[in-house]
């Protein structure tokens, strides 16, 4: 055991998950919890600027985005903050705003005025991770093993990671075949089934302006989970969770499919395994219903 | 003296590798949208290099960019492509190219409810963008969104930051920068 587990992390749950994909934030919470990761919510915290606002003005995003850089810093007097964010959309706004103040000196200056007006300002010192680099690389999936309790025992899933916690960086995993969601799940019990599309894009915001569009990326993605064979699909993206399954009955109707994958958070999965009760894990929330290939695991 | 269109790009951070372009078309044929556009991204590159300044901002290809990274992490030559794509969007809308496009509206609600609130309200969000470009659009969507309800993930409580006037004394500090 190392003392990683008792590291104190700063939690940016992000906007998504108070609202479309409270699921994930139940489940996150609780499965951290039972295995020993102390998620403390980062106070105040605003909206990391997404896709959309960087599409306004770059200083405008970068300076919200750093606000929650400075408050991390700010609460945590160690110079050692981790922020953790579950949201794929989230955790590459905030790794760029800390990027652009290391790299560029006049942002940094620009980013830091603008901060300065709510006395704040940020030095440099905040790790930025993603939630799914915490499962793999801080609890382990020898942890989860261990933890167990309820195998999800000849479970196909579909390992889903979307674009953005891939890409640009590299640094949780490969960008256009990653394997790390795979071995948790593995720890549970399940079987992962590899799936070629598992880092293509769902659309995302894109199914908002143009559905046209997202509805055929969305298609391309649930038709080729389900020819692999695929029983449910685990995701650690709000978006993709969203676009894949609450339209997926639109992507049948207008493709003449009928595909019927759950789409789940892959906490949810880790959860249940480990036997935190389904109402915890927000199981139920989706769309597409998940009881049919899970009930067995509901105990 | 004003910039010509290809100093204007290389002046983005992370813009200046633009000129490394060997248009070898690697962005496009990674892009899950290229296929649908007049301008792939070899080609937006090939015309800011021309200098074709309005044919580029004036595109609708620029906001079918989803953001997905792709052509990003496979350029042979490590350009920024989806930070140049961001860039193309922001100089679209600051010059008012782009009112016909629904991406730049998606953009601008966004910022609106963002600004408000300090947090996305997604239920406010979906009123907003719908009545700024398709007021009808949103009759079809009603089905999604109350199924959404049904389950609880469209509340319609909003949560504003304790310190919302500090928030917003940043962003007022941040727009008064020049730039872009």
């Known amino acids: 055991m190392t003392e990683t587990y008792t590291k104190e992390y700063l939690y940016y749950p992000g906007c998504s998950l108070s609202a479309t994909s409270q699921a994930y934030d139940k489940s996150t919470q609780a499965t951290a919890d039972v295995l020993g990761a102390k998620f403390t919510e980062l106070p105040d915290w605003n909206c990391c600027g997404a896709t959309a606002y960087m599409g306004i003005k770059e200083i405008m995003a970068l300076s919200i985005s750093a606000r929650n850089l400075a408050l991390a810093e700010k609460h945590c007097k160690n110079g050692h903050a981790e922020i953790v964010a579950p949201c794929s959309g989230c955790y590459v706004g905030l790794v760029k705003a800390h990027n652009y103040m290391k790299e560029f000196p006049e942002m940094r200056e620009k980013v830091n005025a603008a901060l300065a007006e709510s006395d704040l300002s940020y030095s440099g010192s905040v790790k930025v991770r993603h939630v799914l680099d915490i499962f793999v690389n801080d609890i382990g999936a020898a942890k989860i093993k261990q933890f167990a309790i309820n195998p999800l025992t000849g479970l196909k899933v579909g390992c889903y990671y979307g674009c953005q916690i891939v890409r640009p960086r590299n640094e949780i995993d490969d960008p256009e075949c990653p394997v790390t969601m795979e071995t948790l799940m593995k720890a549970c019990g399940a079987t992962p089934v590899d799936f070629s599309m598992k880092a293509n894009c769902c659309g995302g915001s894109i199914m908002g302006t143009e559905e046209w569009i997202g509805l055929r990326l969305s298609k391309n993605l649930l038709h080729c989970a389900e020819q692999a064979g695929v029983q449910i699909l685990v995701t650690p993206c709000p978006l993709c969770q969203i676009n894949l399954d609450a339209y997926q009955h639109r992507v049948n109707k207008k493709y003449k499919l009928n595909v019927n994958i759950p789409i789940l958070y892959f906490t949810q999965l880790i959860g249940l395994a480990i036997g935190v009760p389904k109402e915890r894990l927000g199981i139920g929330d989706e769309i597409v219903s998940s009881a049919r290939v899970l009930e067995k695991f509901f105990g | ?180």
């Open chain 2, 1 to 180: 003296m004003k910039l010509d269109f290809l100093d204007e790009v290389k002046h983005i951070p992370g813009g200046e590798r633009i000129v490394d372009c060997i248009q070898c078309g690697t962005c496009s044929g990674s892009c899950p949208t290229s296929y649908l556009m007049e301008d792939s991204p070899r080609s937006l590159f090939y015309k800011i290099r021309t200098g074709l300044r309005n044919e580029v901002l004036n595109s609708p290809d620029i906001w079918l960019c989803t953001s997905c990274y792709m052509c990003y992490v496979r350029c042979p030559r490590g350009i920024k492509v989806t930070d140049i794509m961001y860039a193309l969007k922001r100089l679209s809308i600051k010059e008012r190219f782009s009112m016909q496009w629904r991406g730049s509206h998606l953009a601008k609600s966004f910022m609106t409810v963002v600004n408000r609130y300090g947090r996305n309200q997604e239920t406010e969000l979906l009123i907003r963008f719908f009545l700024r470009t398709n007021p009808f659009g949103a009759i079809r969507n009603i089905p999604i969104a109350l199924k959404l309800w049904l389950k609880g993930r469209l509340p319609l409580k909003r949560h504003k930051l304790r310190d919302i006037k500090g928030f917003r004394r940043i962003v007022e500090k941040a727009n008064q920068f020049g730039a872009i």
